[in-house]
């Protein structure tokens, strides 16, 4: 077993991302680790990245190749992903030991297995495109790792005695990101997870997602794609609690100052029929958490909603294509 000086966790992967990028790589990895610097950064904050991961690349269109009994089955990841071939993907696969806190290995050592996917586009707006996702990408890495070793820490007991090859002692991270749409005015990505937490039964996953006007050269959230009114906001819960025989939309109660605030913090991606609405399997915000905890999401095809759609926002775009 490799041993490795543990590290404090940072909030953010960029406090370390300087280390990262300093560290002196074998010559013809070198470029690949830099230009990951942000991502392997997360992870250095553990143990070394470049030590411990390999790096290779593919395309957006590739088959997600599902690994893990905790993640969902291989083509329920919601949206299509985009076939154009000018959209690669990073695939980053790491072993990394950590002792966590300064505790001994045998008190509270842990493996993490992380195989992280994302997608990066090249063209318009590519450069900062593409450092929004590798933040977003080392975000959900270090929040993951945060939040693992806090559980181990609280949970008033140790390791002590359990052997170095059991499944207590091991935690993964599986990110899965794919590109849903992309042409030359809107580019779309989700990040999905599946996440095991070391010495637990059950554990949180992590979602982010980026929405792109390529014309105005911004970044874009659900406010911007709807009319932002309770109107809208009705029809929309009204659809994802359609067929609860229980729910009543007029039950509801939204203060007028919430429906902004909902509408903004709520995830969704594009495809080229639809808007997807996505949550966390803990779903605990947004416009439906409890209909929409469990990894549920919500597919609206853009036909069907017409008449809450901002024909002044990004989607204009859509109109126009």
């Keep these: 077993m490799k041993d490795f000086a543990p590290r404090d966790l ?6 370390v991302v300087l280390v990262v990028a300093a560290t002196v790589f074998v010559d013809s990895d070198r470029a690949v680790f830099e230009d990951e610097a942000v991502v392997l950064a997360a992870i250095s904050a553990v143990a070394p990245a470049e030590e411990n991961c390999d790096i290779s690349y593919g395309l957006n269109s590739d088959e997600i190749v599902i690994n893990s009994e905790f993640e969902r089955p ?17 695939l980053i696969y790491c072993w990394v030991s950590d002792d966590v806190h300064w505790a001994t290995w045998d008190q509270w050592g842990v493996w993490f297995r992380l195989r992280v996917r994302y997608p990066l586009k090249s063209g318009s ?58 042409n030359d005015s809107l580019y779309s990505v989700g990040l999905y997870s599946s996440a095991h937490d ?78 997807v609405l996505h949550c966390t399997w803990d779903c605990n915000k947004g416009i439906a958490p409890v209909q929409m905890m469990n990894g549920w999401d919500l597919e609206i095809r853009y036909g069907d909603f017409a008449d809450y759609l901002d024909p002044d926002g990004p989607y204009r775009h859509i109109l126009n294509n």
Aim: hydrophobic fraction near 35%; avoid cysteine; charge should be negative.
């Design 74 to 90: 291989p083509g329920t990841i919601p949206g299509l992903s985009d076939e154009d071939d000018t959209i690669k993907t990073v």
């Design 125 to 182: 707006h590519a450069e900062e495109v593409n450092d929004l996702i590798r933040r977003d990408v080392a975000a959900m890495i270090s929040q993951y790792l945060i939040n693992a070793r806090d559980r181990l820490n609280s949970g008033g007991g140790t390791l002590t005695g359990v052997p170095d090859d059991s499944s207590a002692r091991y935690g993964f991270l599986e990110i899965d990101g794919i590109a849903s749409l992309m």
């Design 198 to 275: 070391p010495d637990s039964n059950t554990s949180e996953n992590y979602l982010r997602t980026l929405n792109y006007d390529l014309v105005t050269g911004e970044r874009f959230r659900l406010t911007d794609f709807l009319h932002p009114s309770r109107e809208t906001l009705d029809a929309l819960v009204t659809l994802a609690y359609f067929g609860d025989p229980w729910f009543d939309v007029s039950s509801q109660k939204f203060r007028h100052g919430q429906i902004g605030e909902k509408l903004r913090e709520q995830e969704f991606t594009l495809t080229a029929d639809a808007f």
């Design 10 to 15: 940072v909030a953010g992967a960029l406090l």
